[in-house]
């Protein structure tokens, strides 16, 4: 019996010491399907132009409710023909993509308009690059005081209808309380309000253009006349970047300055050319900035510019002290800002010709295409914001020309009227078209725009 125990309480001994391991089941039943994938063309690209210049009061100037416009712009384009090369109303300009793998890019479409104004009230040269639409847009410049004035143009491009919010920022923070107006804006139509009245006596603000619905292209105009004559107008066409930490503005070519500096002793009308950079901070938090102005190659110096800016506000910061030279802007801030620069250019001095133009800070991009103005002098500034040397290759026309720029340095070059200009760099590059027409001055960023072909996997089980 004994015996028998000792055998029982053996196996079960066994039976604990040895694992229980459970069998690996596999099934399948039929084959795995494979994924199929589908690219399919980028949505047509749709370039909204803002057309010809604005005039308050009517044709007459004197029916104060009256926005008309005063001539016709010129529409420059690659790509595509516009339906008019001159117009004074808005135009749309579209191309659609034939195959999935064409990029759309300044290669592929782009366009500008440029107009020259010599009356009374619009006085100057007046251009900007034709925008594709956006659903928040922030615009640099714009002054309302006395003898200045201030337009907002949207465009809505698109075949529905967009309702659309307007914030400006002052130096004290947003102006007109929390919401500046707001508009409603039909599909292929244009609005256009007076700032002047919504924000007057304003000389330091920032425009936020916000789509609730489909995007909008956003433009301001600005005009000023000193007593009775004309003092310079611009197109100030929304950012080309968002808000960022570290921006380039390229274009800062001064021309002029001691011509300048004499009209502003001889008259205290032309106390207001004055260089500036103004920078906007729509965020919530106060940053400091510091803007580096560069000369390219040994002269011209340039200078070092610091100030802060509360949060929901903009600031404006004198450039003064610069000689004739090309110059560029490269500012660094503690959280993202957007910026521009305020360039003046003064032309003779018995009969002095005044002109000025906003230059915004430009994304800097690898290829990119522009078409050059029939008229005047066209020059385009390169920056190199990267930390390596950057070679690029200009070509127009018959004409290559190849740019060797040292990092944080810049390269300007003139190029032929009427041709296009491509260039294609081994580092990105910030680039802006300055042209200057009669002593008049306006400045286009080069900039890619378009939408992208869209790429789906699809698993059918």
């Not at 039929?30 to 132009?49: K, M, N, V, Y």
């Not at 004499?262 to 950079?277: E, F, G, P, R």
């Not at 760099?425 to 286009?444: E, F, H, Q, Y």
Request: contains cysteine; aromatic residues 4%.
């Amino acid at each position: 019996m004994l015996k028998r125990i000792l055998i029982l309480l053996t196996i079960a001994a066994l039976a604990v010491a040895t694992p229980f391991v459970l069998p690996r089941l596999h099934a399948q039943v039929g084959l795995l399907p494979t994924a199929q994938t589908a690219t399919s063309p980028a949505a047509e690209l749709r370039l909204a132009c803002p057309g010809g210049l604005y005039q308050t009061g009517g044709t007459s100037g004197t029916s104060l409710s009256k926005i008309v416009h005063a001539g016709a712009a010129k529409i420059y384009a690659i790509g595509t023909s516009p339906k008019k090369v001159k117009t004074s109303k808005f135009e749309i300009i579209t191309k659609r993509q034939d195959s999935a793998g064409s990029v759309q890019d300044s290669n592929w479409m782009t366009a500008m308009q440029l107009q020259l104004s010599a009356t009374d009230t619009l006085g100057g040269l007046a251009a900007t690059s034709c925008l594709q639409a956006r659903t928040d847009s922030t615009l640099i410049g714009g002054d309302t005081t006395t003898g200045h004035e201030t337009l907002l143009t949207v465009v809505n491009p698109g075949k529905v209808d967009s309702s659309v919010r307007v914030i400006a920022y002052g130096s004290a923070g947003r102006l007109g309380g929390q919401d500046l107006t707001d508009l409603a804006v039909s599909a292929s139509t244009a609005q256009v309000i007076s700032l002047n009245g919504l924000i007057p006596d304003a000389p330091t603000f920032s425009i936020r253009v916000i789509a609730n619905g489909p995007g909008v292209a956003a433009f301001l105009q600005q005009r000023t006349v000193h007593g009775t004559k004309a003092a310079g107008l611009d197109w100030i066409q929304a950012a080309p970047s968002d808000s960022v930490s570290s921006a380039v503005i390229p274009g800062v070519l001064v021309r002029g300055a001691a011509a300048a500096a004499a009209l502003k002793k001889q008259s205290s009308a032309y106390s207001d050319i004055q260089m500036v950079l103004r920078v906007n901070n729509r965020g919530s938090k106060p940053t400091k900035f510091t803007a580096q102005i560069f000369g390219e190659g040994a002269t011209p110096f340039g200078t070092v510019l610091q100030g802060s800016v509360a949060g929901q506000s903009t600031v404006d910061v004198p450039i003064s002290g610069l000689k004739d030279g090309d110059y560029s802007a490269q500012l660094t801030s503690d959280v993202p800002v957007t910026a521009s620069v305020l360039l003046f250019r003064v032309h003779g001095t018995s009969a002095p010709v005044v002109d000025y133009s906003w230059l915004q800070q430009v994304p800097a991009i690898s290829t990119g295409s522009i078409a050059v103005a029939s008229s005047g002098i066209s020059k385009i500034s390169f920056v190199n914001p990267a930390a390596t040397s950057a070679e690029v290759s200009v070509r127009f026309g018959a004409t290559t020309k190849t740019l060797k720029i040292a990092p944080g340095a810049q390269s300007t070059v003139q190029i032929d009227q009427g041709t296009r200009v491509s260039f294609e760099a081994s580092v990105p590059v910030a680039a802006s078209m300055v042209i200057d027409v009669d002593g008049t001055l306006a400045v286009v960023p080069l900039i890619n725009q378009g939408n992208r072909s869209v790429t789906t996997s699809v698993t059918v089980r």
